[in-house]
C-alpha cells in the first residue's frame, strides 16, 4: 500500500509521496551564496539587495530558459557554495511564482529527498520572498500580481521551460532613476 502524506498550509494544500517520482539531475550555476544579501540575475548584474540573508543557494540552470524568458531558476539546499560554481544536482520538485503577473518556476534541488518539513520551510520562505518581490516592484513601478502558487513538481516545471539557444541573451534589469528629476543628482547638495 502506497502511503501518501499531505501537508497543509493556510492557502495552498498540496499531497506529495516520499519519492513520489526519481529525481531529474542536473547542473545549476550559483547566482546567490547560502547567506548572500546580493541577489544577481542572469547577467552577472546586481538585481537588488535584501535587507535579509538568503537561506538557501540560489542559481539557474544554464541548459534551460523559465516562462519569464530568463534562465530557469534553481535552489540548492545545503551547505554554502561559493558564487559562480557549477554543482551537479537533483531536482526534487519545484515552486511556482508569479513575479509582476509572469509565472516562474524555481527547481527546489538537494542531495538528498526532502522531508515535509524542508518542503514547509521552502514554501515558507517563497510566500515571504513574492510579498517582498510586491514590494519591490511596487518601488520600481512595475503593475501585477506577485504571489507563491506552491509546490509542483520538478517535471512539470522543465516540461514548462524550453531549452537554451546558442543565440539567447540575458533580459535586460530595469531598475529605477536613483533621483526623480526634481531632486539634485548629488546627495551631498540635500544636506545644503
Excluded at 526534487?92 to 503577473?101: E, F, I
Aim: charged share 25%; glycine share 6%; proline share 10%.
Amino acid at each position: 500500500m502506497e502511503e501518501r502524506f499531505v501537508v497543509r498550509t493556510p492557502r495552498n494544500r498540496f499531497p506529495f509521496q516520499e519519492d513520489a517520482t526519481k529525481p531529474i539531475e542536473l547542473d545549476v550555476v550559483v547566482e546567490v551564496p547560502r547567506g548572500s544579501f546580493l541577489k544577481r540575475g542572469s547577467t552577472g548584474q546586481v538585481d537588488f539587495i535584501s535587507p535579509l540573508p538568503c537561506p538557501f543557494n540560489y542559481g539557474a540552470v544554464p541548459q534551460y530558459l523559465g516562462l519569464e524568458g530568463d534562465l530557469l531558476d534553481a535552489v540548492v539546499l545545503g551547505p554554502r557554495l561559493p558564487f559562480g560554481s557549477l554543482v551537479r544536482v537533483k531536482a526534487w520538485g519545484a515552486v511556482t511564482l508569479t513575479d509582476h503577473g509572469m509565472s516562474d518556476d524555481k527547481l527546489i534541488c538537494s542531495a538528498r529527498p526532502l522531508a515535509p518539513a524542508e518542503r514547509r520551510r521552502v514554501l515558507r520562505f517563497f510566500r515571504f520572498y513574492a510579498k517582498c518581490k510586491g514590494l519591490l516592484n511596487f518601488c520600481r513601478r512595475r503593475t501585477g500580481r506577485n504571489a507563491c502558487d506552491g509546490w509542483c513538481e520538478a517535471e512539470e516545471a522543465i516540461a514548462r521551460a524550453r531549452p537554451r539557444t546558442a543565440t539567447w541573451q540575458a533580459p535586460p534589469i530595469k531598475f529605477l532613476k536613483p533621483f526623480p528629476p526634481s531632486l539634485p543628482r548629488n546627495p551631498a547638495s540635500l544636506r545644503e
